[in-house]
């Protein structure tokens, strides 16, 4: 079906003003970036609905975009005709004909802003109706949830028909909600509490720790690809990567074996909240849960805690882990973040940390190293790189790999 322009509804618009204005013009804005390639689009944000019409552009790989899109909460695809109603009844067939399966129901729903065109609502409804039982054996009118509703659109500008409403992403536009920073592993849980942050209408810039030589190019480069799937949802992130080994050596050899998580733990959160409020970040997203690993016990999370008055923001804490893989495979982040490279974290992490790490103690502990000097030198030692959806960085390293050989 050659369709002439996509409608897209809104989501979430409870709030008026400006706050709705800013959420049309940023939701028209990301529409924008993840369309850009496709040269005829025009899309226009207006205040009931986003047009984006195809000007003859396939409609197929347009809807895949829009899908990922946060803000939206359903859209049609439409066909546009002439005020010509036998053109109306002809197409009217057609799509329904596209969907028809045996033992299907229909309606037809129509809507008239143009009050001088031929025919009323209601005949439009039968008459179009009436075409469609004669032409097609077997299918029946249900007006409460049919399988199939004709949105019949009389215009001042033309006839408008859509037959299907695909959903979209819901969520809030991102960018809508403010910037903050995201502490991301190679692991399950951060791509998805990612994901979930973005969908509240939160820009992430990605921080991740690593620790060369403990781990290696291919474990960066998983993280990269990762954050390649989430920035499909966002149009590009920047990623910062901060060099975390000379602060791991240290705590290794000064704090007591039960600590070195937990302070490690405090030392990466107190970078992040430094990178964020430099960049004016105002939150650092985890992928912690409540109970799933040593760190990730309301204890834990106090003696962490303690090192920022930021706000630490965690989408995961009371999810399961199978509900966690779940949207782990629906954004395609899953198989990556099954793939066996280490972590900065596991490789320092000592068999039995403590589970409830003592406050006092943890402060204490960490008077053993030199806090400051470690912190700088981190800082000091970041790359910040632009990631974009679609790139790969592990295959750019396998080429690098195979040039060697
Ligand atoms: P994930 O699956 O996200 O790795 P996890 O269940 O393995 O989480 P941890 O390894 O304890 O749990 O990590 C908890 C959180 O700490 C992660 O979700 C992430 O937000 C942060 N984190 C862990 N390692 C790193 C790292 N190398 N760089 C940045 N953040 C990290
Ligand atoms: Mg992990």
Redesign the pocket.
């Known amino acids: 079906m050659q369709y002439s322009e996509i409608m897209v509804r809104y989501g979430e618009l409870s709030t008026k003003g400006k706050n709705r204005k800013d959420f049309i013009r940023v939701l028209g804005r990301n529409v924008r970036r993840s369309l850009h390639e496709f040269e005829d689009l025009e899309i226009h944000a207006q205040h009931d609905r986003l047009h984006v019409e195809l000007n003859g552009t396939d409609s197929t790989p347009v809807i895949e975009r829009l899908k990922g899109v946060f803000g939206i909460e359903n859209f049609s695809p439409v066909v546009k005709l002439e005020k010509d109603f036998d053109a109306v009844k002809d197409m009217a067939l057609k799509m329904i004909r596209a969907q028809f399966e045996p033992g299907m129901t229909f309606k037809i729903n129509t809507k008239r802003q143009d009050h001088r065109f031929e025919f009323d609502t209601n005949e439009i409804n039968d008459k179009l109706g009436g075409h469609i039982l004669t032409n097609i054996p077997g299918i029946q009118v249900k007006m409460k949830h049919p399988d199939i509703t004709l949105r019949v659109e009389v215009r001042l500008n033309g006839i408008f028909l859509s037959s299907e409403t695909i959903p979209g992403a819901g969520g809030l536009p991102v960018g809508t909600g403010g910037k903050a920073a995201m ?3 190679g ?4 791509p998805v ?1 990612a994901y979930l942050g973005m969908k509240r209408g939160v820009k992430l810039d990605m ?4 620790s060369p030589p403990y781990t290696s190019e291919q474990a960066l480069a998983k993280t990269k690809d990762l954050t390649s799937k989430v920035a499909g949802f966002a149009g590009s992130i920047q990623f910062i990567q901060v060099p975390f080994t000379k602060v791991q050596e240290e705590i290794k050899e000064k704090v007591p074996e039960g600590y070195l998580m937990t302070i490690q733990r405090r030392m ?1 959160l107190r970078i992040t909240a430094a990178i964020a409020a430099s960049r004016g970040d105002k939150g650092v997203f ?3 849960s409540l109970g ?2 040593a ?2 016990t309301l204890e834990s999370m106090m003696a962490i805690n303690d090192v920022t008055t930021m706000p630490v923001l965690r989408p995961l804490v009371s999810m399961d882990k199978t509900e966690i893989i779940k949207i782990a495979e629906q954004i395609d982040t899953y198989e990556l973040s099954i793939l066996p490279f280490e ?3 596991t490789i320092f992490t000592p068999p039995a940390p403590k589970t409830r790490p003592d406050l006092e103690k943890t402060r204490n502990f960490e008077k053993l190293i030199d806090v400051d000097t470690l912190m700088a030198e981190a800082i000091n030692g970041i790359t910040v790189t632009e990631i974009k959806p679609g790139e790969n960085y592990m295959n750019q390293q396998e080429d690098v790999f195979a040039e060697l050989l």
Do not use: N, Y
């Open positions: 502490m991301i592993s692991g399950i849980d951060s509490a921080v991740h720790f690593f990466m985890t992928g912690e799933q690993v760190s990730q972590d900065c974290c």
